[in-house]
């Protein structure tokens, strides 16, 4: 099992730009592409966003459904709640496209 340390990959605490996202997404796509377990380490990160975890962890649901749930292990998640939300909502706006349909709706009923 690999373990992608997500700190070393972008070189900072701070998880919080779309870049970073498909920087770590693209460090995982070889593992999903050859079916293999991974550790996706959170360990040292301190901040998160949607667009970060939308472009990673969101973004490899999406595109290996049925690798996802069974093959990734998250890590270093316990205690940062904030965090905890951002990864689950990626994972569920990826694996439910209800969701994103219903979130774009309300998005978009704000500014009509």
């Given amino acids: 099992m690999k373990n992608i340390s997500i700190i070393n990959i972008i070189g ?7 870049a970073f996202g498909i920087n770590v ?7 999903a592409t050859r079916n293999e ?11 998160v966003t949607s667009g970060f975890c939308n472009a990673s962890i969101g973004k490899l649901y999406a595109d290996f459904p049925s690798y ?33 349909k219903l979130n774009n709706e ?3 009923d704000l500014f009509n």
Avoid: R
């Fill in 25 to 31: 997404y693209n460090e995982i796509l070889p593992y």
């Fill in 37 to 47: 377990d991974v550790i996706l380490d959170f360990t040292g990160i301190s901040n």
């Fill in 12 to 18: 900072t605490s701070n998880a919080i730009i779309q």
């Fill in 68 to 100: 996802s749930p069974s093959k990734i292990k998250l890590m270093g998640l316990s205690g940062n709640e904030i965090a905890i939300e951002k990864v689950q909502s990626a994972i569920d706006l990826a694996t439910k496209p209800e969701l994103s």
């Fill in 106 to 108: 309300i998005i978009s």
